[in-house]
């Protein structure tokens, strides 16, 4: 059964600082995998997705790689602003199944 | 890129009451649709997978007969939770299949009072 785990569960940076969110998958035989944001009671925004063929995806300040055989992807984001301060989500996507989430990582960044 | 509709957003009820949630693809048409729960802190959990025009199938310890879901057209899938207890409060999000990309509805935040 595939498990996906996020690290660390929470992140507190200063405004400016570079981070890296880790997501690990348990099964590598994943469709692809995304990214997604999550604010406070609202629904999910995604922000990159990778394919299965592909090692990273990049959008503006955000880079998420994707390392399948080793059931890894990280997604790095340049130059923090206190707007990015959400759950970040990382879900991989199988053959014929839902995608399945982690548990995320809780960013705040602090001006 | 495709939309998924859900409504509502929010919604306060009594507990005893039944909230219906619906979930609408507006431009592509979904076989199949998947409904999420996420409980506070916790990951967003599958719940349940509607099929249209055929039962849904529910993850293990899910019940079914409270969590009614109808998919009976090709762009609409609903969940409704019936006779609902403060443990039910929580936050629903559905999502539709659409070349290969799961697209989400903007969730819906349930407290039962």
């Known amino acids: 059964k595939q498990e996906v785990t996020q690290i660390p569960a929470a992140l507190s940076v200063p405004e400016g600082e570079n981070l890296v969110l880790n997501c690990s998958f348990t099964d590598s035989a994943i469709y692809n995998l995304q990214w997604f944001r999550q604010d406070p009671g609202k629904g999910l925004t995604s922000l990159l997705l990778?394919?299965?063929?592909?090692r990273e995806q990049t959008s503006g300040r955000l880079n998420a790689s994707l390392d399948k055989s080793s059931g890894r992807s990280t997604l790095y984001i340049a130059a923090s602003q206190p707007g990015d301060s959400a759950t970040y989500l990382c879900a991989v996507y199988q053959a014929g199944t839902a995608l399945i989430f982690g548990k995320g990582t809780t960013l705040s960044v602090s001006s | 890129g495709a939309v998924v509709s859900q409504h509502p957003s929010r919604v306060i009820c009594k507990s005893g009451t039944s909230v219906k949630i619906e979930c609408r693809s507006l431009d592509f048409q979904a076989t199949t649709m998947f409904w999420y729960r996420q409980f506070p802190k916790q990951s967003l959990m599958l719940m349940a997978t509607?099929?249209?025009?055929?039962?849904?199938?529910?993850e293990q310890g899910v019940e079914k007969d409270k969590f009614l879901i109808n998919h009976a057209s090709l762009t609409l899938s609903t969940l409704t939770v019936t006779s609902a207890h403060p443990e039910d409060s929580s936050f629903y999000i559905c999502s539709a299949p659409d070349s290969q990309k799961l697209f989400f509805g903007s969730g819906t935040q349930l407290s039962v009072l």
């Open positions: 990778i394919q299965s063929s592909q």
């Open positions: 509607s099929n249209e025009g055929s039962k849904a199938t529910y």
